[in-house]
């Protein structure tokens, strides 16, 4: 449990709030309406001197995705930073030992992106094996000539075993809605799944991974980048696939080795690949493009409007609960990741 010198105390005064990205409007009137908040209005990653000047007297900070929350920039921090709340369920951007050694709680937005990601993940599993972004291509080209019985050949989904690692929420998410699809469904995860979801999805477990890479006709990631799943699928593993399977990734793009992916797609040693994610965002391979057999999207899983507000509403409920002197509900502990 992260010790905090400040749990317990209410903070006596409003929290002087740092948002560093553009939030939907709402959350940030609402943030303006409780907190002394200091906001982001240029839709812009803050710079690395804008960040350092932000932890300098804040009592909160709320970064997101594109921020670099390191050691150095929160041993660098002045001794207001009571709380780093941050707008997104994973946390591999914010050294969560470094906090924990200043008495830095973190916080993170769980559970309200799940559907809103499994949602995306089976558009990819759709939209891979099925063509739809090359049939779109196209029609927008105007070079479509017409039916053909040969024409656009893709691979059926229905009856096929999909793979997912890391049966959390997102992966349970995504195994309910294949399962409507007619997938079966495989996972491996840390820890085996509770008999009754196993039941109810009529999931098989493998607690060895290559055994189940090397069987699944797709495999879907849905566990957190940690430095235990960074390059979880390397080349071995890719080389462990079957020619005729897909992978898809909405989690991280740490968790493929992504030049590795690359040169098996080229290869065809896999049949292809929907990416939401990168490993150097918002920088995309040039391997990567150009592939017909990937369909690669801007990190746009959880992009909701429903979905951010939700977001936002975490975020305040986190910071509020903290400032009365409470536990913030979604307090991050590092051995959850
Ligand atoms: C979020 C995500 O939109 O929550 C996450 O972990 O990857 C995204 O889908 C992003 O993190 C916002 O900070």
Not at 10 to 34: A, I, N
Not at 195 to 222: G, K
Not at 233 to 248: C, S, W
Not at 289 to 306: F, K, Q, R, Y
């Amino acid at each position: 449990m992260p010790s905090s010198k400040w749990q317990g105390k209410p903070l006596g005064h409003k929290p002087k709030v740092v948002v560093t990205r553009k939030l939907p409007d709402p959350v940030e009137t609402r943030m303006m309406e409780l907190f002394d908040t200091r906001l982001n209005l240029a839709d812009t990653p803050l710079s690395r001197a804008e960040l350092v000047e932000a932890v300098a007297d804040a009592d909160v900070l709320v970064p997101t995705v594109t921020d670099k929350i390191d050691a150095e920039l929160i041993k660098g921090a002045g001794e207001r930073l009571r709380l780093i709340a941050s707008f997104g369920t994973g946390v591999d951007h914010i050294d969560l030992p470094a906090a924990k050694a200043k008495g830095v709680l973190v916080t993170n937005t769980p559970g309200v992106l799940t559907e809103d990601t499994a949602d995306m993940t089976m558009a990819l599993i759709l939209a891979v094996p099925r063509r739809i972004v090359e049939g779109s291509k196209l029609i927008a080209d105007a070079t479509w000539t017409g039916w053909s019985p040969t024409g656009m050949l893709g691979h059926r989904i229905h009856g096929k075993r999909l793979g997912i690692i890391g049966m959390g929420r997102i992966g349970s998410a995504v195994a309910r809605r294949a399962r409507g699809f007619g997938l079966s469904i495989h996972y491996h995860n840390r820890r085996r799944a509770h008999p009754e979801v196993e039941e109810e999805l009529e999931a098989v477990y493998w607690d060895n991974l290559d055994q189940m890479v090397a069987r699944m006709d797709i495999l879907s990631i849905n566990c957190p980048h940690t430095p235990a799943t960074y390059h979880l699928i390397n080349k071995r593993r890719l080389d462990l696939m079957q020619p005729h399977a897909y992978i898809v990734n909405t989690s991280r793009g740490e968790v493929i080795h992504e030049t590795a992916l690359a040169q098996a797609l080229r290869e065809k040693q896999i049949a292809g690949a929907g990416l939401d994610v990168f490993e150097q965002e918002p920088y995309v391979s040039p391997d990567l493009l150009d592939l017909p057999n990937a369909v690669l999207l801007p990190h746009m899983g959880s992009a909701t409007i429903e979905g951010r507000r939700d977001m936002g509403e975490k975020v305040i409920v986190n910071i509020r609960t903290f400032a009365d002197g409470h536990t913030p509900p979604d307090r991050v502990i590092e051995t959850m990741f």
